[in-house]
């Protein structure tokens, strides 16, 4: 029986199961995971108590059967980086735990303007109307009927590191630069949309508006998003979190995270922006002479290094310093890296994939010697962009436009090794 | 040698070439009006219960009509908890005041010191507040609270009757303090 097993399988030959096989399944398994069933039951009211890592940590996992399957995985007991709830309208990604360049869904950094909806996705439709051939409607099956299309893109709040424009305030890289996260967005393109609803060609804006207790909407202009917007139903292989929009959200990539509507139910075409309270009291940005620029959408290249960083001590010896890059109008080029607050720059390694409007992972090794220094990391895009310091930056924009700022990050590192945020 | 070479890559060209011409003429139809067949028309009612936008053009705004005077009763029930008594006080965003100060060192941006269109307003005011209960007051209550607002900013008197006729032709101090974006603005080191 048990050499049957090894040489075919449970399922045999013809990929179903006999009744001898599954009785021979079930046998199996009961013998196999007795131990592991049982220990699993005991243990199972346990892991809600406080501290479960030493409760369900044996001494030897060689000498003791492992755990079951799960319906839905969960990350390891002993891994404790979460968003930090910035208000009741957004929580930081904890970029200083990430690697690689893609944020877990869970660990996405939000932004809503008047909480998270709860919607069924079977009640859920996508009006398009005004300057369109008839008014149209779509339900999600609609939606995910159409020629599919995915791509990795960050998405970046506008107001990201906005308390630095007074002052080095952030005392962590999730604290500076948590309003920013990387995912695989997966729907329908905006312009198939479009053009399967019959677009006006005089049309050339278009307001999209959420579904939620804000119906949060955005004016934005045809021409610029036409090519790359796209109307997103799956994040990262599976549908939407809740809280990026399920179960539509709209995704401009390189443009300013409130662009990217979530809980998407409506797209109105016009001849002129809307104008509403969200591209005119706010998203505008203030310069020192009164006036405010409008329309500032894209989210210009940026950098911060995460290890080592804000919050973290290190010691003397070898580490790697690494860090994200990332560009609203296209690919990290290069990224450079100085340990004497700006004097001199070492060429950083781009870590692969280095795609377009998406984080970018940036790594250079280095040895510690207990000295007092300043660390700094900025980049440069495709378009030629560089990143720019902080005084050059607010030479320009003053202090008090709240968005946008994208000056180069500088963590000083004490003589104990413990990492803070200065202003250099 | 080379001849042999030359056919396989005639061939091979003409192939794709062909292939390219039968694959164009698939998508060809899916990319005209409707050509998906997916979705529906959107019915009348289906339109009017969600396009509640208004233009600055005044395109939008529903029939109805409210003055300052009827709209402070309602701002100190519904608004003044988050606003503060006069709009002033917070805790959330301030909506009275700060004339003169966008130029300074602490800017004070309100409806009246900021807000370019009084439309957006009405807008604003109809489909997002009161916080707990958005889309909840009707369209007098929305010009009522709208007057009350322009008017403790010193832009309307308090007697002006504010409605789909008149609200769009206000004319607010800062509607020329915006302009296009420059970026990138920074000068290379």
Redesign the interface.
Same mark, same amino acid.
């Given at each position: 029986m048990t050499k049957h097993l090894q040489e075919e399988g449970p399922s045999g030959g013809d990929g179903r199961l006999d009744a001898e096989d599954e009785s021979l399944l079930n046998r199996r398994s009961l013998l196999a995971g007795t131990a592991g069933l049982v220990g699993a039951m005991l243990m199972g009211p346990m892991r809600l108590a406080a501290d479960a890592t030493t409760e369900i940590s044996p001494e030897d996992p060689t000498r003791v059967p492992g755990a079951t399957p799960t319906a839905y995985g969960q990350r390891s007991v002993f891994e404790k980086a979460v968003r930090i709830p910035r208000s009741w309208w957004s929580s930081l990604t904890p970029l200083q735990d990430s690697h690689g360049i893609l944020t877990p869904s869970s660990l996405h950094f939000e932004r809503h303007? =008047?909480g998270v909806p709860t919607i069924q996705p079977a009640q859920h439709?996508l009006?398009v109307?005004g300057m369109v051939?008839?008014?149209?409607?779509?339900?999600m099956e609609?939606?995910k009927?159409?020629p599919s299309v995915s791509r990795l893109a960050f998405i970046e709040c506008s107001g990201n590191s906005g308390a630095e424009w007074r002052g080095p305030v952030g005392q962590t890289a999730q604290h500076t630069h948590g309003l920013t996260s990387t995912s695989e967005w997966t729907g329908v393109a905006l312009k198939?949309v479009l053009?399967?609803?019959?677009m006006n060609s005089e049309a050339s804006w278009m307001?999209a508006?959420g579904g939620d @207790? @804000?119906?949060m909407?955005r004016s934005l202009p045809l021409v610029s998003i036409m090519e790359e917007a796209i109307l997103c139903y799956a994040q990262n292989g599976e549908p939407l979190r809740p809280e990026q929009g399920y179960p539509l959200r709209l995704l401009v990539p390189g443009w300013e995270g409130n662009t990217c509507i979530k809980w998407l139910?409506?797209l109105?075409l016009?001849r002129?922006p809307?104008?509403?309270?969200e591209e005119?009291?706010q998203y505008?940005d203030?310069m020192?002479?009164?006036?405010?620029?409008?329309?500032?959408?894209?989210m210009?290249a940026k950098s911060v290094i995460t290890s080592p960083s804000g919050g973290q001590r290190i010691q003397p010896g070898f580490l790697e310093i690494r860090g994200l890059a990332w560009s609203g109008r296209g690919r990290i080029a290069s990224v450079e890296v100085s340990t004497d607050a700006g004097r001199s720059w070492r060429q950083a390694a781009l870590q692969e994939p280095i795609l377009p409007k998406c984080h970018t992972r940036f790594h250079l090794s280095w040895r510690w010697n207990g000295e007092d220094v300043i660390l700094q990391s900025r980049c440069l895009d495709d378009t030629g962009?560089?990143q720019?310091?902080r005084t050059?930056?607010v030479?320009?924009?003053g202090v =008090?436009s709240v968005y946008?700022y994208n000056a180069i990050q500088s963590w000083h590192i004490a003589a104990d090794g413990k990492v803070s945020n200065v202003h250099a | 040698m080379r001849n042999l070479l030359r056919n396989i890559l005639t061939v091979a060209l003409t192939t794709i070439l062909i292939a390219g011409i039968l694959w164009a003429g698939g998508p060809a139809d899916q990319?005209?009006?409707?050509?998906?067949g997916?979705?529906?028309?959107?019915t009348d009612q289906?339109?009017k219960a969600?396009?509640?936008?208004v233009?600055?053009t005044g395109e939008g705004l529903p029939a109805g009509q409210g003055t300052a005077k009827q709209g402070a009763a309602l701002f100190a029930v519904r608004c003044a908890t988050c606003h503060g008594p006069t709009g002033k006080e917070g805790p959330m965003d301030r909506l009275i005041g700060g004339a003169g100060t966008?130029?300074s060192?602490h800017?004070i941006?309100t409806?009246g010191s900021?807000?370019?269109?009084a439309?957006?307003l009405y807008?604003?005011v109809h489909?997002?507040m009161p916080?707990p209960a958005?889309?909840s007051l009707s369209p007098d209550e929305v010009y009522s609270v709208v007057a009350w607002l322009l008017y403790q900013n010193g832009i309307i008197a308090e007697d002006t009757v504010l409605d789909a006729h008149s609200l769009p032709g206000i004319s607010m101090p800062n509607r020329r303090?915006?302009?296009?974006?420059?970026?990138?603005?920074?000068?290379?080191?």
């Open positions: 303007h =008047n439709r009006l109307h051939d008839q008014p149209w409607t779509f339900a609609d939606l009927r159409f198939t053009q399967e609803v019959g307001l508006e @207790a @804000a119906a909407t139910r409506r109105k016009g002129a809307f104008m509403t309270r005119t009291s505008t203030l020192p002479d009164g006036t405010a620029r409008q329309f500032t959408m894209v210009e962009y560089r720019p310091d050059a930056l030479a320009v924009r =008090n946008h | 990319e005209q009006t409707h050509g998906y997916l979705g529906r028309p959107a289906e339109v969600w396009n509640i936008d233009a600055p966008l130029a060192q800017p941006k409806v900021y807000w370019p269109y439309t957006t807008d604003y489909r997002a916080f958005p889309q303090g915006f302009s296009p974006d420059p970026r990138p603005d920074v000068p290379k080191p």
